[in-house]
Each structure stands twice: as structure tokens, then as C-alpha cells.
């Protein structure tokens, strides 16, 4: 696949024509063609991207895993504000249930776990508060539409945006509304939060389908910025070097802005809409696109670093990243682990249905769901089986992973539990 001239897609594959012909009319809308040609801020590095990530990988990469969440909690989307999908809790090697919950809906949040409380939205416009141990609900917020986008727990606050529009901030103990921040489209991913480099104060990102990645004050909700896209947003923004934002959409292309102020930095044109969210590591960020490939982008000259197009199938996944590894799933019912510095397949897991569940590590464990009703856990070094539980159900949502415990919630409108033992 080649670079296009900015306004059109090619795609040769017959099923990839009619798969991106329907995502974009139910996801992205044919708004390309208004697509703005972004200037670059910098110029183009003259050095060898391949050299200087392989630099990077040896000297810098562990790095870049060091903010991963507390073994205890998972009160973001992905893990960390780099969304790189790793866990502190180490996973045994069998999956006993421990506990369901019911929201009575379709359900195709993911789980969010802090203080306690497992936090997921549902079909009916609620986000439900679970107790860990017990798997009672402890409270619940109805918003006005359906929740399909992850919460996100910071500050004693736990945040949602809704197809209604809104973001909503609520008290993480006892759901009362603290405040809304409105939007002119749905809101389909989850807020990220950081702290801005000058001002110092905390704030909240957020994409929505008015094509605008938000910002907002975490506190208050006050507006501080917005940037425009061409085309709406589904992924969850991702904060890089505590300085930009990165993320993608559906006009095709790739993003990197100011934290602080929301202005442009550079772009990069990556051939297909994106449908999730954008992986960031030492400097170079890992996305799968709707034309079957999962690319690694340098975030400082805007050079791609490599493509891995194995088969005739987009990806609805988010990657995580490790020192050494890309893991991601796709809809052609595989698992990919993917070199890091080469971009060459390393194993391929299958399953039995697509994958659109975004997988999660955990030591040399690998947790993920599968449309074929499973959820499974397989060997980071081998893509081998180690263990699965047959729910029945398809699984769209991200697992979160905490002190050796898995909870994620299945389109049946229920979130499970389990507990592993080594």
C-alpha cells in the first residue's frame, strides 16, 4: 500500500473495499475530501529512522514503561497515559471465577479498577460502580445515551463521555455529578489526563464526533482548548513526554499537538482512518489502521519506521508495547506479536473469532478477548495457549488486570471476574 494524494483510499482487496466502505459510512462519514493539509513545524530528520529507533530501543527502552499503573489499580484505559497496555499484577496460569454482575445491557465499555470499585459504562446510558470483592454495585449514574467509551479514575473523580455528548465528571464514592463538559458529537473514547508543562494544572483530553480533541480542566471542566480535525476521533488521545497529545481518526491521519496550548506540532498521513488508539514509546508511535496495517511512526521527523500488512484485514485493536514487542489484535481472528525494531512478524496466536479486544500484558502473560466468546491468556514469548474461559459471549472490551485478578465486561451486558493462581 502506497501513500495516496490525500483524498482517497486505495484498496485493492475486494473484502477490505466493502469492510472500509462500511466503517466509513457508520463510523468516519465521507468527510475527507475537506481534509486541511497540515504544515510540518519541523523538517524532516535526514538521519535513519530504523538506526535511531534501534538506538533508542536499547538505551531508552525500559523507560518508557516505568508509569504503568499500581499492581492494586487499573484506573485508566491501556494502563498509563502512554497507553502502552502493560500491567504491574503478575497473572497465574488458570482463570477461576470469581464473581458477575449484570447491567442488563449491551456492554461494550472496558473495565477501569481503582479504590476498590470496578468502574464500567453499559448500552442504557449508566456507568455502574462494582464492589471488587463482592461484586455488588455500590452506586450507578444514568447519563442520557448509551456509554461505549472506558471511565477514567483520577483525583477521587471517575470521568465518562457518553453518546449523548457530554463528558461527565462524577465523585468516584458515591457517583455525585460533579460537572459536564459538552461536546457537538458523541464521545467514543475514553478522556486521558496529565499535567501541563507550564500552567502546572491538571487537565482532561478527550476526542469526540464533532472531530475535536477537547481539553479541559480536570477540576472544574473548564474549556482551555480544542483542536479540529477533519473527521471524528474514536481512539483515546495519548499523552506523550508529558508534552503532546498524539492521536488519529478518521480523516486518515496521524496527530501530535501541544499539551499546552493545543497547537499543531506535525502530522502524518497513515493511508486509512484509524479506529483506536495510538501506542507510544521512546519516540515512536504504534497504531493498526483500517487498510490491514499496523504502523510504527517516528513522532519527531514524522517517518513511518515500518508497515506490517500480513493479511487482508483491518484492525478495530489498540497495540501494546513492550521492550521488545508490539502485540495487537485483528479481525482476522489473530493475535500479532510484532517486532519492536524491525516490524517482522515474531508468532501469530488464533482464535476463533475476530479480535477487536485490546490485549494486555502482564509479565510474560498476554490477556485478551475474542468475538468467538473467550478470553484468553497466552505466553508473551511463544503466542502459546495458557489458559481460556469459554464466557459464550463476544468480547469487544479490554480486560483490566489487577493483583493477579482479571475483570471485563462481555457484549452480554455482563462483567466477570476471575482470579488466577500460578
Same mark, same amino acid.
Given at each position: =500500500? ?21 466503517? =466509513? ?97 453499559? #448500552? ?6 462494582? +464492589? ?72 482532561? $483530553? ?10 479541559? +480542566? ?14 471524528? $476521533? ?26 499546552? +496550548? ?8 497513515? #493511508? ?17 489502521? =483500517? ?8 513522532? #519527531? ?122
Amino acid at each position: =500500500m502506497h501513500p495516496t494524494n490525500g483524498l482517497q483510499i486505495s484498496i485493492q482487496d475486494p473484502f477490505m473495499r466493502r469492510t472500509s466502505r462500511i466503517f =466509513m459510512l457508520v463510523f468516519c462519514m465521507p468527510r475527507l475530501a475537506k481534509r486541511r493539509i497540515m504544515k510540518e513545524s519541523n523538517p524532516m530528520s535526514p538521519h535513519s529512522i530504523p538506526w535511531l529507533f534501534a538506538v533508542a530501543f536499547l538505551f531508552g527502552g525500559v523507560k518508557a514503561f516505568s508509569s504503568a499503573t499500581q499492581s492494586n489499580e487499573w484506573p485508566r484505559h491501556r494502563g498509563d497515559p502512554a497507553l502502552n497496555g502493560i500491567a504491574r499484577s503478575e497473572l497465574g496460569s488458570d482463570l477461576s471465577l470469581q464473581w458477575v454482575f449484570d447491567t442488563g445491557e449491551f456492554l461494550k465499555s472496558s473495565v477501569v479498577v481503582a479504590h476498590g470499585l470496578a468502574y464500567v459504562g453499559a #448500552e442504557s446510558g449508566q456507568i455502574h460502580a462494582i +464492589d471488587l470483592k463482592s461484586g455488588k454495585e455500590k452506586w450507578s449514574y444514568k447519563t442520557d445515551m448509551a456509554i461505549e467509551a472506558p471511565p477514567l479514575v483520577e483525583a477521587g473523580m471517575v470521568f465518562v463521555g457518553s453518546t449523548d455528548g457530554f463528558l461527565y465528571a462524577l465523585e468516584a464514592t458515591t457517583g455525585k455529578l460533579l460537572w459536564r463538559y459538552e461536546t457537538d458529537g458523541e464521545i467514543m473514547g475514553a478522556p486521558n489526563q496529565a499535567i501541563r508543562p507550564k500552567s502546572k494544572d491538571s487537565v482532561l $483530553v478527550v476526542g469526540s464526533y464533532d472531530n475535536f480533541v477537547h481539553c479541559m +480542566d480536570l477540576k472544574t471542566g473548564k474549556a482551555l482548548w480544542k483542536f479540529e480535525t477533519q473527521n471524528y $476521533v474514536n481512539g483515546v488521545p495519548t499523552i506523550y513526554e508529558g508534552k503532546y497529545v498524539v492521536f488519529g481518526g478518521c480523516d486518515a491521519m496521524l496527530y501530535v499537538v501541544g499539551l499546552e +496550548d493545543g497547537k499543531i506540532v506535525r502530522s502524518v498521513e497513515v #493511508e486509512a482512518p484509524i479506529a483506536a488508539s495510538v501506542a507510544v514509546a521512546d519516540g515512536v508511535g504504534y497504531v493498526g489502521n =483500517m487498510d490491514r496495517a499496523v504502523m510504527a511512526f517516528d513522532l #519527531e521527523s514524522a517517518e513511518m519506521v515500518w508497515s506490517y500488512q500480513p493479511k487482508s484485514f483491518p484492525y478495530f485493536s489498540s497495540p501494546a508495547v513492550t521492550e521488545k514487542s508490539v502485540l495487537i489484535g485483528g479481525r482476522d481472528k489473530g493475535l500479532h506479536c510484532i517486532d519492536r525494531v524491525s516490524g517482522n512478524a515474531i508468532w501469530r496466536f488464533s482464535a476463533r473469532g475476530r479480535i477487536d479486544s485490546s490485549p494486555v500484558v502482564s509479565g510474560e502473560k498476554v490477556v485478551f478477548g475474542s468475538m468467538d466468546g473467550k478470553l484468553y491468556v497466552v505466553s508473551l514469548k511463544s503466542g502459546t495457549e495458557v489458559v481460556s474461559y469459554e464466557i459464550g459471549e463476544p468480547i469487544s472490551s479490554t480486560p483490566a488486570v489487577v493483583n493477579g485478578r482479571v475483570i471485563v465486561g462481555c457484549e452480554d451486558g455482563k462483567v466477570y471476574a476471575f482470579k488466577t493462581q500460578s
